[in-house]
């Protein structure tokens, strides 16, 4: 029972297939290989922005932080939902690639920023001068770190606030493929088309060894990010390794069709632990991640029967009364099976 | 006829062996699986270093920018070859990690910095106070970016130097198995031993995918390269399969195999190109890289021929008499075949 | 009636005095001359610090944000108040200085942190290793941005949470004096012996032309200050000019002396304002500060009369109901007379 | 004997008495005040440039770094004299305010960049993509660390390279006046008519107690330079103290005046040196500026006499033969009287 993170899974094979099919003879190094070239066509398709940049790095915190530096100077201010990844899980990373830009929060319930707490943000950032931060961009993540989801409208209206002065958006989609399967709109749709300017579109967590794409759907700011990519390290001499797994990633519908079938394994979760008396939500289930609050109890039945998972967002004190409610987060991957939920919904009955 | 760099050959099939066996169910992730333990633990052995503190990244800038960044201040001076790849080849990734040090450059022949040109960089670098850059560490590279060699004893004389001045040193090891195999000496001898504080342990040339190790010889600095790893986006979340290739590359030999058959390639190639008139080299050919000096001709010869490898360090007028004398770079890697090179041969006679 | 700011009063004469006393002949540049070396004493010895370290600069933003890069790294987190200056009105040179660290927000009435709320932020900060910002340093400000004070007792409490956490306390001190005067303790109780380790102590806005002096009582950091002091341009050839401010200001009493002015100003000004029908404070007047609620027809009328000084934190909507309330900062100075505060307050009546 | 540098005298008492007229009652802060308004105005027509954008700090590494940092990105070469203030002597601060842009160095006798070794330098650096730093800006220092000058022709052939490249000149003008007087040139012809972008233009040497304006004579630079300015914490609230004097210093030509005679006295003690058997210049004498090789015995009775200077570039070894000749470099200032000089020479013969 696997529910720690969607990282904890391995790579689903056909991407492995893919990886030792690019495994073949000599090609040129730094991405000017064929599989490179292909997979950035794929992605401008599937995207239908066919002007767009398309680069791979190995890490969503890369992916991120590397777009935060193409659409920041240092003395502005990056405008991100108080709990979103790069504010809380990335050791500083935008402050470093940004040389020092200022994460402002915004407030928003199970993990989205609204559109009202974001003007109120961004119209009190520095409009005095230059005593002040600047306001500089929009960082929003889609699925959130909550579970959640905004859906192509709420992206728009986010993104309606950023234009509104001026500012550029950024979607952090490491789970972006979550949210399409969940919405069932198109890529375009989630994207550009809704206001984004650069989406870090995630592969690790959904079945890929190690790589997300930066798509920049305004190419003017393409050459500054591929000299920051190589600045930083992550300009990979054996690129097509990269690609590859997108390639196998976006090919055929699997990412979708894994994304769905994590979604629907945290949905069957959510409900099997609906029906446990006393326990509740934290977050509505919209993705792959279940927000949880189950007694004390419950917790100790499961963790005895190796159950893996996280208790969220801090562990309990070690000792408690059994009916104690404590919360938890579960979540769900390409690899996580019904039988794996299955068991542990039994245990917590 | 693949001569333009040992990082256009793929994966060797025992590596890529090792991360097919690595994808096998759901482990811990960020480094606290098995895998992840057992690379480290190979490493420590190899190195008679079981204090080391052992890290993996995907690129070769990464390793030498983070390990500068522990090993200096920003107001500091990283003293390396005028060739060395962190200040020719990496887009200032040092001067990015490090908030701003500054790489002073030393001289010496046939990309070796001589220990008596390091000791005279150092003394006159910021001797009289606060208006001057203070000496920071020293970096060189082995096998060098003119693919020649430090010799343990060569390597003790720089690090003597260093330590004169309290100095740390870092050697970037991008083709350290290289080094390694043409020396026949242990890896201890050619590192610690000799004095490397920190130690840039290449895979990716030379059969990986994309993994390198940094060994930490003083694991006092490991829990600050943890930090700047993960800020810096290197810490990958599948990291298992960054530890897979070490595995597969270090176990059996297999990376000291490949890297001698690399040398040897290098070797027939040299000793080759040697027989034709005229034909000279630009550096003794030490471990896989040649650096030689043809006729016009003969390059015209070898392009027509398919043959792929860079001029050096520029590429020469498009037109001029066919007997100029025109430098090239000639890279054999752990794929290289005698079959290639003695075609190559065959054209340049 | 000039209550903008007590940076647009000018020099005190016996500053002006000292300056133009100090310009004599040639001395040693750089701070090696006889005025910077009584101006450290003099400090030292109203610090009972005979080992502190004592630097000048010219403005609080770069006493303030050397201070914190001196106490903290890249990837760890100052812990300020929301409405510290070094969060809000230095355009990120926090973030500058220290190449990226992270401020993080506490709260607290009336400018003040309240120990409660900063030992919660600290516990909820960075605990569980890699991924999140390290705990770094505190910083507190005194008096406050809000006009208001810490006790000796209160600096000890905040001081003593830091300490709890092994972090190291920084003091923003542009008024100190302020404080100080008002409190009746010594500059030591002040400071260092209730746990502050540095010391921003103001000058400018108390009579000087531009000096701060830095005070680090662990001279461990000095070496490391005067880097970065030279490194961000903060190290005056002619230093005797900083340093003959401050010993003219802190000489026989004078800082002391127009801080209680300048307090004793706004207290005035605060009991006038309270007799106006309506009127209140935003914040109890315990320094030279006074924030204060008036009927916009009372704006109006001290506009029109000339009153100089700020709307808080806002400006107000042009146009609205003559006994609509508004928000207003009042500050005075070693400069402000009894006068002045007369006028203005016969015109509020 | 005060020739250690031209800052260890002080302030001329005209730029003294602007500072004490300057200190009247209350004026906006930040620069907002009738002072700094006529100082930028006299500024824009000493350089025939009304468009100029100006700001005042207080030292000349905060003028240089900010200029620096304004014309470059941090992945990006300064090219720069080997010998510049800026490589040499400010502890890296174009590094940090640049955000880690490398100084690539040029050669050039008597520490004046050739227009020929420029523009090799920059056509070998970074061509070739983005493994390179790349391309950014070009600085010159007039008069230079050797003391000698670039006259207008020579500026503009510099700028004729970088243009040719399009990348923007800066001057370091810490000693543009000395350079002006000696050329008999307008401030125009040796800046903008000349190519020059951005200007240092020094005021802290030649008589004032510490200011330099930075003259910006494309304003669409100027926001970016004034949050930078402020984020660097050299931002002053008294501005208007920067600018007095500023405003003393050109006024009715004192700053000229003053170049000149500083540079008159440089000629005299230069000449004189000449007359000693065996004594010669490092560099020529072309502005205030003395490099001279003496015996060992000279030295001996100018120290013992109470000569202050330094010996250049280092310290000789403390013993060695009277006749042994050594190098030093002798300074003059706008406050070297003729009879310390001609003390000096009857010292020496």
């Known amino acids: ?11 689903a094979p056909q991407i492995m297939a893919a990886l030792n099919a690019a495994n073949a003879g000599h ?3 730094y991405g000017a290989d064929a599989v490179s070239e292909a997979a950035v066509a794929r992605i ?4 239908e922005a066919p002007e767009a940049a398309v680069y791979f790095v190995a890490t969503g915190t ?18 991100c939902h108080r709990e979103a990844h790069i ?17 402002v929060l915004v407030e928003g319930e199970h993990g989205r920023m609204s559109a009202g707490a974001l003007m109120q943000t961004i119209a009190t950032t520095g409009p005095g001068g230059v005593h002040h931060i600047q306001r500089g961009m929009v960082s929003l993540t889609n699925a959130t770190e909550a579970g959640t989801l905004y859906a192509p409208d709420s992206v728009g209206e986010i993104a309606a606030v950023a234009q509104a002065y001026g500012l550029p958006v950024h979607m952090d989609g490491s789970r972006f493929a979550n949210a399409l399967a ?3 709109c198109t890529p375009a749709e989630l994207s550009w088309k809704a206001g984004v300017d650069v989406l870090s579109l995630g592969g690790t967590k959904n079945g890929c060894m190690g790589v997300e794409a930066v798509v920049i759907f305004d190419p003017e700011r393409a050459w500054e990010f591929e000299l920051r990519r190589k600045r930083a390290g992550h ?10 797994q997108m390639l196998g990633y976006l090919g055929g519908g699997l990412w979708l069709e894994m994304a769905g079938h994590a979604n629907a394994m945290a949905a069957r979760l959510s409900e099997g632990i609906l029906g446990v008396p006393g326990a509740s939500l934290l977050h509505p289930t919209e993705a792959n991640e279940v927000f949880a609050v189950l007694p004390r109890l419950v917790h100790a039945r499961l963790r005895k029967a190796g159950a893996e998972y996280y208790f969220w967002p801090d562990d309990p004190a070690p000792e408690g009364p059994a009916d104690e409610m404590i919360a938890a987060r579960f979540v769900c991957s390409w690899a996580t099976t019904g039988a794996e939920v299955d ?7």
């Open 44 to 47: 401008r398709t599937l995207f």
């Open 1 to 11: 029972m696997h529910f720690a993170s969607d990282n904890t899974s391995g790579v």
């Open 87 to 103: 504010e809380v899980d990335e050791c500083g990373a935008p402050e470093f690639f940004t040389d020092g830009a200022k994460l």
């Open 235 to 244: 300009l990979f001499s054996k690129s097509r390794f990269l690609a590859a």
């Open 343 to 349: 068991t542990f919904l039994s245990l917590i009955r």
């Open 62 to 79: 890369a992916a991120n932080a590397l777009s935060c530096a193409i659409l920041t100077r240092p003395w502005q201010a990056v405008f």
């Open 27 to 29: 090609v040129p190094s």
């Open 182 to 184: 969940a919405l069932g």
